[in-house]
């Protein structure tokens, strides 16, 4: 049983825009929970891109952005390149210390 | 520039034992929270386990508890897990990673050390 929810796929295409969600199985998301996004690509360690909802790590561009929509925590790509294509990954602190990632996107670009 | 470089993995057979090792540098190591993420091969990422900056909390998924358990040699800059009574889903790419101010998020990452865990 997923506690953390994200879409399993998603597609864009270049340039354009994509938001891909991250929810809970039971109850809101909100800044409490921490979420963060990662991506990755094939065979290669994550890469950290939005922490603490919308905190962009050092080095992201702007296009990258988080975000809380409704009752989820959202990452939105705008302008997206054919290089963002990836699993990306969202993680949200349940309390006590624990963390819980999502099952992650495979965000296709074409 | 913040670098985390774990090493330790390999293979091991069931109800074996492993340790990891994750070098930091590039930061105040005693300041930052770190942890332990892993990825089975070809699923998602699952946070497995998290330390203080001052290494008196430490933090387990349900599956790990009783069996592995995180540390910090600050005199070293480095985390470990150690790993007992390996189990064949332990298989998996481990990552080192920091996290971020407050226990916020994770913001950086290591490249990773495999354990297979197999007879």
């Known amino acids: 049983q997923t506690v953390v929810t994200q879409e399993p796929s998603f597609s864009v295409s270049p340039g354009g825009t994509v938001t891909l969600t991250c929810g809970l199985r039971?109850?809101?998301?909100?800044?409490?929970?921490?979420p963060s996004w990662h991506q990755q690509t094939p065979g290669q360690a994550p890469r950290t891109l939005i922490y603490s909802t919308k905190t962009r790590s050092s080095g992201v561009p702007d296009r990258f952005s988080g975000s809380i929509l409704g009752n989820k925590a959202a990452l939105t790509i705008t302008g997206a390149q054919p290089d963002d294509e990836s699993d990306y990954y969202c993680v949200l602190y349940l309390g006590s210390g624990i963390w819980v990632f999502g099952g992650g996107t495979k965000l296709t670009v074409l | 520039e913040v670098q985390l470089l774990e090493s330790g993995g390999g293979l091991v057979q069931p109800g074996g034992s492993l340790r990891l090792s994750c070098a930091a540098s590039?930061?105040?190591?005693?300041?930052?929270?770190m942890a332990w993420v892993r990825q089975a091969p070809g699923k998602g990422l699952e946070w497995v386990s998290g330390i203080s900056g001052s290494g008196d909390r430490t933090y387990y998924v349900d599956s790990v508890k009783g069996r592995f358990t995180i540390s910090t040699d600050n005199s070293k800059n480095t985390v470990y897990l150690q790993m007992n009574n390996l189990r064949a889903e332990d298989t998996a790419v481990y990552y080192c990673?920091?996290?971020?101010?407050?226990?916020?998020?994770?913001?950086?990452w290591g490249q990773g050390t495999l354990v297979t865990v197999s007879s």
């Open positions: 590039g930061f105040t190591f005693n300041t930052y929270a």
């Open positions: 990673a920091k996290h971020s101010p407050g226990y916020s998020g994770l913001d950086h």
């Open positions: 039971s109850g809101s998301v909100s800044r409490s929970h921490y």
